[in-house]
């Protein structure tokens, strides 16, 4: 405190001396200005009357011009030889009469008489600081003499800056008197009572229960001594088996906190850090040696966590809403919260008002941080879903219970091949219901946790299978329908029917969206080096090609999501937009990847690699190919030709 009181004064002492010295120079510059200006003017009136040699002109309008200011201490008129012929307040006739003598003005070193000018000085006297004024006397360009004029500095300026200084001096003065005083008061009453609290504290810090102080005080420090013995006495009838059950159930408390998935801060009233575990850190990545206890929370949290729970936290730790009764408040708080760094993740935060034993007073809160990533990832997907299927399923039973509906109540007014019409539409509205709902049943059961055995799978087989099934179809479209598999290559490891059912939709939306006079063809080889490293297991690649229509660009990101359909931006077809989601499905749980080439009136390509299966037992031979006149194009560029 004193080394303190000593800055401080010192540094107002000297701010006040350097406003002193800034005044007293300003006040020099304003007096040398008032002085120039004041023997220009003088100088400028009494030429003429010099240069005429009217010296009872010259003494007449100085002694006017003098006695009308108080600014001026002398004025002295010297000729060219610095003779003085006139002076107030001396005149050279009164010095010549009285003394018998001649005075001469001593002219400054620098002075020059042909000055523009006037040559301004300061100089000290036993009755203060004098501005001295030296004017050269001219007329038409002759040089007359000189005069010389006293000013006295400001009075007013004088006096203030006086009184500043004296009264920084005492006041600098009255400090130290009493610091000192202070002092020896501190050192008397209250420095030995806390040195003895002191060394009592630390004694209980090592666990010597038994210190007493015993002084004979009264006020506040007397209370405080009497409530520390105490203190003491509790803590001595302690037992020992106590504390270290106390100490056990910490530790078991910290480790929990610790080794808990969710983050949790506890914040005591004044938003400062109590106790922060490690899943709190990652969550708001604090760094491991960040030491946040006695820190305040808001200053740690990123940015768009402290402008939702900014509010929430200064609420929550408000008395008033514990001591009125009338007031409705909460316990706690819930927010959900996306977080981007590290990573983007969104988080539940619960704020929870941590109260005493009698629910009084507010101890602080517990701050609980939950990822909920997955969980709102599952809900929008659901949501997502359900709106999805709603929105299909409506369309095929609003047109069968409306064509039922007709034929109900209008049946006799319709003819034979507009009944028959009628339950035809049906028929197949019904259809498409069917196969939306096992699409549905399939990709549901793809994105469960059912776990698929894998086995050696000749991939001859089902394609042979597929183009079995579709040869009629692609017959009666006038559709080429073709495979090139490329010989001996070994069985792939995977499912058999999910791979039937790969091949099955893929070939089918082949043969919706190519025109009559088309081609359709699977492809079957194995990866050369070039695609295929030494440090990835053995694979063969699959592809559909077909010379349909196309796909823009635009659409092909989003074609693999539910229910996206791109026929219904270039013309109506049936389908339930689930067909490439379930193939998307059934390639990941291969633990690869669909991809696709196309281009708008070319056609399109759907590919993808299959690990070989590293077992050696020998499967069925390939079934021979339908189409002699397979194309033998490499697949590896991924063109599509007409």
């Known amino acids: 405190m004193a080394a303190a009181t000593l800055v401080v004064s010192l540094i107002m002492s000297g701010l006040t001396f350097w406003a002193v010295n800034t005044i007293q120079q300003d006040a020099r510059l304003n007096d040398t200005r008032f ?10 009136n009494v030429a003429p009357q010099i240069a005429e040699n009217d010296l009872t002109e010259v003494a007449r309008f100085s002694d006017r011009f003098y006695r009308s200011t108080s600014s001026v201490r002398y004025m002295l008129y010297a ?8 002076g107030i307040p001396f005149s050279e006739s009164m ?55 006293g000013i006295n500095p400001n009075p007013t300026v004088v006096a203030s800056s006086n009184l500043t200084r004296d009264v920084t001096i005492s006041v ?36 010597n229960f038994k210190q007493r102080i015993d002084l004979p005080l009264g006020g506040e420090l007397g209370e405080l001594i009497i409530s520390f013995n105490e203190m003491t006495e509790r803590l001595e009838h302690y037992e020992e088996q106590n504390i270290e059950e106390l100490t056990a159930e910490k530790a078991k408390l910290e480790t929990l906190v610790s080794t808990i998935a969710d983050g949790a801060v506890l914040i005591d009233t004044n938003l400062q850090v109590m106790l922060v575990n490690p899943a709190a850190r990652r969550f708001f990545s604090w760094e491991e040696n960040l030491n946040l206890v006695g820190e305040n929370v808001l200053h740690h949290l990123p940015t768009s966590v402290t402008k939702k729970l900014t509010r929430s936290l200064y609420q929550i730790v408000d008395e008033n809403s514990l001591k009125n009764k009338n007031q409705e408040y909460r316990e706690g708080e819930e927010f959900r919260i996306t ?5 983007a993740r969104t988080v539940r935060i619960l704020l929870i008002r941590v109260l005493d034993q009698y629910r009084e007073s507010i101890k602080g809160i517990a701050m609980t941080v939950q990822d909920i990533t997955r969980e709102a990832e599952l809900n929008q997907a659901k949501s997502n879903f359900i709106s999805n299927v ?15 509906e007709t034929l109900h109540e209008y049946g006799e007014d319709l003819s034979e091949g507009q009944r028959q019409e009628f339950l035809e539409t049906a028929n197949r509205e019904t259809d498409r219901l069917t196969r939306l709902v096992n699409d549905v049943l399939d990709l549901s059961r793809l994105e469960s946790c059912r776990i698929y055995h894998f086995e ?38 995977g499912h058999y029917d999910l791979l039937l059912q790969v091949f099955d939709n893929l070939v089918g939306n082949a043969l919706k969206f190519t025109e009559p006079g088309g081609r359709v063809t699977i492809r079957a080889y194995k ?30 990101e989003a074609i693999f999501e539910r229910f996206s359909r791109v026929e219904n931006r270039v013309h109506t077809l049936e389908g339930t937009g689930l067909g490439l989601s379930i193939v998307k499905n059934i390639i990941e749980r291969h633990h690869s990847r669909v991809h696709l080439v196309s281009e708008v009136g070319i056609g399109t390509t759907f590919w993808f690699d299959i690990e070989v299966s590293e077992e050696k037992e020998q499967l069925a031979e390939p079934v021979q190919p339908l189409d002699n006149e397979a194309t033998t194009e490499t697949s590896s560029e991924l063109k599509i030709k007409n």
């Open 172 to 207: 600098f003065i009255s400090i130290w008197v009493m610091m000192i005083l202070s002092g020896v008061l501190n050192a008397l009453t209250i420095t030995k009572p806390i040195k003895e609290l002191l060394v009592g504290v630390k004694n209980i810090a090592a666990k």
């Open 79 to 86: 000729d060219e030889d610095g003779q003085i012929f006139y």
């Open 456 to 493: 050696p799978v000749d991939l001859a087989q089902p394609i042979d299978q597929t183009l079995r099934t579709y040869q009629l179809n692609a017959k009666d479209k006038g559709i080429e329908l073709g495979k090139d598999i490329a010989s001996n290559l070994r069985p792939v490891l």
């Open 339 to 343: 977080l981007t760094e590290p990573t």
């Open 35 to 44: 002085g120039s200006d004041l023997g220009l003017l003088l100088a400028a």
């Open 527 to 556: 990866l050369d080096n070039e695609f295929n490293h030494q440090d990835v297991k053995e694979r063969v690649r699959v592809e559909i090609s077909d010379t349909g229509i196309g796909i823009d660009l635009e659409d092909q």
């Open 95 to 149: 010095v010549q009469n009285s003394l018998t003598i001649q005075r001469r003005i001593e002219l400054p070193e620098n002075y020059a008489k042909n000055l523009d000018l006037p040559m301004v000085r300061q100089h000290l006297t036993p009755n203060g600081e004098v501005t001295d004024v030296f004017v050269p006397l001219t007329h038409e360009n002759k040089y007359l003499g000189v005069l010389a004029i």
């Open 390 to 404: 709603s929105h299909e399923l409506r369309t095929p039973l609003f047109n069968i219970k409306s064509f039922i």
